[in-house]
């Protein structure tokens, strides 16, 4: 169209553009992968309405910005959270979009304060390293009014919170090909969304009972329909599909084989469909939405479900624990999956108490949900995370290659790690020595 033309011209033959080249807002923009926490990732298809919903997110929160709102993203663009939420959010509101190709500790407050920061997007794992790091002089001139991300644990939340003055934080829940996304706008600790009671029917996102046993949704004797959970039981996250809907969609992936197996039927009422998220929340009396674990990270032993989530939440309690990869393994003729973690400490191993590890373990968890063995660096990788190889791009864990290795010695030490294992008598963690791994595979060892 004419560079004279005025606005309105212009978005007048814009828009017939696009309608004689067959663009709507069913439209694919572009392809997103998953972040392949638990597995490959998959091709998300997002499509115009999409990305437009994802620049709405702050409206859900009563957020307004400004031309002269500054956005920082530390996070990947390849992702939701950044690519998504963060970039639409910047042409909603038509504000300035900081990037850093880097995630930087160091950096952080310098960034911030440079370039007039006022709102920070985080993942639970930035948020608690930034917490955990030591203060920045310039952290007082800092501007953050909000805070959007996800996982932000309970004991992280108050503290980087009140450390870097944010006057609002936004966690939510979402996907980038789901439709149950949640959002906790009202500050609430440790809620991961809000809806109230009066609007369940109005917007379908529910919690049905999942069997983990049998990797199933519970599903009613005399109906063959899904079960809802009850306020404080643990289940599926679930949204109901509606392709007359835009807003209901589940557009799937490019893998027609992983769209079916994501999607459940005849779920709340004969012939309906819902999206299957594949993580286990909980709710509370008033609608609020609590993180337990993701499906296939739940793990049983000892006749007890064990939630990664909350072995790892107790293990970032110690003040040695810099990173706590939670997860299951198998053990030679027994049943079900012992605890194993992998833990990055922000010291050298040998100057850490793993009798106080041991001690701080047994006060806060049942015992069968004491991690068996850990795995750990030769060398500190560095004081405030994981190695790079065992997180995603978006700093999630890694479990798949972990579950696969065990607590077998070789493989570990070759990726550099030491393997530790419980000893309950001395009420501590030592050094698993061959003889060790072998009276194990023999069912000599008790764990």
């Not at 999409?50 to 709102?69: E, F, I, V």
């Not at 108050?158 to 149950?180: D, L, M, T, W």
């Not at 197996?261 to 008033?286: M, T, Y």
């Not at 990788?381 to 791009?393: E, R």
Request: net charge positive; hydrophobic share 40%.
């Amino acid at each position: 169209c004419s560079p004279w033309a005025s606005p309105s011209v212009r978005r007048a033959e814009l828009a017939a553009a696009r309608r004689d080249g067959g663009v709507t807002h069913d439209s694919k923009l572009f392809l997103i992968f998953t972040s392949g926490t638990t597995g490959l990732p998959k091709a998300s298809k997002i499509t115009n309405l999409r990305m437009l919903a994802a620049g709405h997110m702050l409206d859900m929160a009563w957020q307004r910005l400004t031309p002269s709102d500054g956005i920082y993203c530390p996070l990947p663009l390849s992702h939701a959270s950044g690519g998504m939420l963060g970039i639409g959010a910047a042409i909603r509101w038509r504000c300035r979009f900081i990037v850093r190709s880097k995630f930087s500790l160091r950096s952080f407050a310098t960034d911030c304060v440079t370039h007039n920061v006022t709102v920070v997007q985080y993942i639970g794992e930035l948020a608690r390293y930034l917490a955990s790091k030591p203060e920045d002089p310039r952290e007082k001139d800092l501007g953050i009014r909000v805070a959007m991300g996800n996982g932000l644990r309970p004991d992280v939340w108050e503290k980087f919170q009140k450390r870097f003055g944010v006057e609002q934080i936004i966690e939510f829940y979402a996907s980038s090909e789901g439709n149950a996304s949640l959002v906790n706008n009202t500050g609430k600790v440790g809620a991961i969304g809000f809806v109230p009671n009066i609007l369940t029917k109005i917007y379908p996102v529910k919690i049905f009972r999942y069997d983990q046993d049998a990797d199933e949704l519970v599903r009613d004797a005399a109906t063959g329909l899904c079960v809802e959970a009850k306020a404080g039981e643990t289940g599926q996250v679930m949204g109901l599909i509606k392709d007359d809907d835009p807003s209901r969609r589940f557009d799937g992936y490019t893998d027609k084989k992983a769209t079916a197996k994501k999607v459940a039927r005849d779920v709340a009422a004969a012939g309906d469909a819902w999206f299957c998220s594949g993580d286990l929340l909980k709710k509370d009396d008033a609608g609020f939405f609590y993180w337990v674990d993701r499906i296939g990270d739940t793990f049983r032993w000892k006749g007890e479900n064990i939630s990664t989530a909350e072995v790892e939440g107790t293990l970032a309690g110690f003040p040695a624990v810099a990173d706590a990869n939670v997860y299951g393994i198998e053990i030679p003729g027994a049943d079900g999956r012992a605890g194993c973690a992998r833990l990055n400490f922000s010291a050298p191993i040998d100057e850490v108490d793993l009798a106080a590890l041991y001690a701080h373990l047994i006060k806060n968890l049942q015992k069968a949900a004491l991690p068996a063995f850990f795995r750990t660096p030769l060398a500190p990788v560095h004081s405030n995370g994981a190695a790079a190889k065992h997180l995603t791009a978006t700093f999630k864990h890694k479990k798949t290659q972990l579950r696969k290795e065990g607590y077998d010695l070789q493989t570990a030490a070759a990726g550099g790690d030491a393997v530790y294992v419980r000893d309950d008598g001395r009420k501590t963690y030592r050094r698993c020595t061959p003889e060790d791994a072998a009276k194990v595979a023999r069912g000599e060892l008790k764990l």
